[in-house]
């Protein structure tokens, strides 16, 4: 069965770095798209961006645009989200999901304070 | 890239059917039939509820439906159930390999 597995909780300062995974199993990694999702707490989703494994081109919305960066590790099937720069109103779940949104990773916390 | 619009709360009683409405602009949802709902219990995962504006996922049960009106995507939910209260989001793509949500609505079963 398709599942996605995301890393464990962060703990950052501002001004720090994020790189958060989704190891992949259950279908052939390359084939679809994976998209970034994040939540803060008592808030609404928010689209960050996707990124195509086969090729590693990436696509992201324009608040992140400059942040934001997607990778990923075909041989180990996992997709990566490193986020920049990071301020307090970074702190958030950020999900990894499938093209279509089906499937969905687990959610890492990401808590930047000083 | 602004969020769609949907009402921060709806409510219904048992067995009634509500709506609830995703507003967007001719850039996202009037441009393409690429509406998603998702529903999301407090803690838990997003679910895939609709997809492609009326499609829905094996296992999702048919009291739930999608359609769309110009730049406005609804969802609607019948003979609604106590395990029907969640929180509802919309998502559309937005041209250029781009998605945008709305801002989520609160469903109440009274």
């Known amino acids: 069965q398709v599942q996605l597995v995301q890393s464990g909780a962060e703990v950052k300062k501002p001004g720090a770095s994020v790189k958060v995974s989704c190891k992949a199993s259950g279908y052939t990694f390359t084939s679809y798209d994976i998209n970034w999702v994040r939540q803060a707490t008592g808030q609404g989703l928010e689209w960050m961006g996707w990124?195509?494994?086969?090729?590693?081109?990436?696509g992201y919305a324009q608040k992140f645009q400059g942040r934001v960066t997607m990778t990923r590790n075909t041989s180990i099937s996992t997709a990566y989200m490193e986020l920049s720069s990071l301020r307090s109103e970074d702190t958030a779940v950020y999900y990894c999901?499938?093209?279509?949104?089906?499937?969905w990773g687990q959610g890492t916390m990401v808590t930047v304070s000083s | 890239q602004s969020a769609l619009t949907q009402p921060a709360s709806v409510s219904g009683s048992p067995g009634q059917s509500i709506t609830i409405s995703c507003t967007g602009t001719?850039?996202?949802?009037?441009?393409?039939?690429?509406v998603s709902w998702f529903q999301q219990n407090l803690g838990k995962v997003p679910k895939l509820m609709i997809y492609?504006?009326?499609k829905r996922p094996s296992g999702v049960s048919n009291r739930f439906s999608g359609s769309k009106s110009g730049n406005t995507a609804s969802l609607t939910i019948s003979g609604l159930q106590a395990e029907d209260e969640a929180d509802y989001y919309c998502?559309?793509?937005?041209?250029?390999?781009?998605?945008?949500f709305g801002g989520g609505t609160k469903l109440t079963v009274l």
């Open positions: 999901a499938s093209s279509g949104f089906d499937f």
């Open positions: 492609e504006g009326s």
């Open positions: 990124m195509n494994p086969n090729s590693g081109n990436t």
């Open positions: 001719s850039s996202d949802v009037g441009s393409y039939n690429l």
């Open positions: 998502c559309s793509y937005a041209g250029s390999s781009t998605r945008v």
